[in-house]
């Protein structure tokens, strides 16, 4: 009798502490319970992806910073390789000789000559023609005027078609008229012509005085 009570106390003490472990397990998700698993598998999947998330950043952060001072230490070469490029020295600052080549180069070309130059703007031929004497008369009815004039030609070619322009006033002096005519002669280089009687035109009968003078030449 006392065997058998021994055994049921052992029986029941042990099937007792048996579901007590099995509750337990239970609730700490130990021995494989199904309701646990799914809670572990977010929890380690979160922890995961922020791990990720803050490597990222980082990587990130550390691309831009290296970047942006790698920007700011490389400034434009070209420009301050043009800015600072010094101007090359003379021979006379650095106290060497000469070079025929740079003064040759540094000179200015020379102006031409004077005389290139006043060849250049030829003087015009009728510069170089002078009345040295001159009178006028009157002719046919006293209307035609008749003037006689010697010429003279300085220059160093010979001249022809001379105009030249002739001034008649009263006796008072006042300006009444004034005729041109063109001579189609020739006067050669350094000599003197007189043109008697030429007939410049007609004048009234009040014109007293005649005074011709020299307007234009062409050079032969």
Request: aromatic share 6%.
């Amino acid at each position: 009798m006392t065997m058998n009570t021994g055994l049921h106390r052992i029986e029941v003490t042990g099937l007792g502490g048996l579901a007590k472990l099995t509750g337990l397990a239970k609730l700490t998700g130990i021995g494989g319970g199904s309701s646990g698993r799914p809670e572990q598998k977010a929890a380690r999947t979160s922890r995961s992806g922020f791990v990720w998330l803050t490597a990222a950043l980082m990587i990130g952060f550390g691309a831009w910073t290296y970047l942006s001072e790698d920007a700011s230490n490389n400034p434009e070469p070209l420009q301050l390789a043009a800015a600072a490029a010094p101007e090359p020295a003379s021979p006379s600052a650095t106290g060497a000789k000469p070079d025929p080549a740079f003064n040759a180069a540094a000179t200015p070309p020379e102006a031409p000559p004077a005389a290139e130059a006043a060849a250049a703007a030829e003087i015009p031929p009728v510069d170089g023609l002078k009345i040295s004497s001159q009178t006028w008369r009157r002719g046919g009815l006293g209307s035609k005027a008749l003037v006689t004039f010697t010429l003279r030609n300085s220059n160093d070619y010979a001249v022809k078609d001379i105009e030249i322009a002739c001034a008649f006033n009263r006796r008072d002096g006042s300006h009444l008229t004034e005729r041109k005519r063109v001579i189609r002669d020739t006067v050669d280089m350094k000599s003197r012509k007189t043109f008697a009687r030429m007939h410049v035109g007609f004048v009234n009968v009040n014109a007293n005085k005649a005074k011709c003078s020299l307007v234009t030449a062409s050079r032969l």
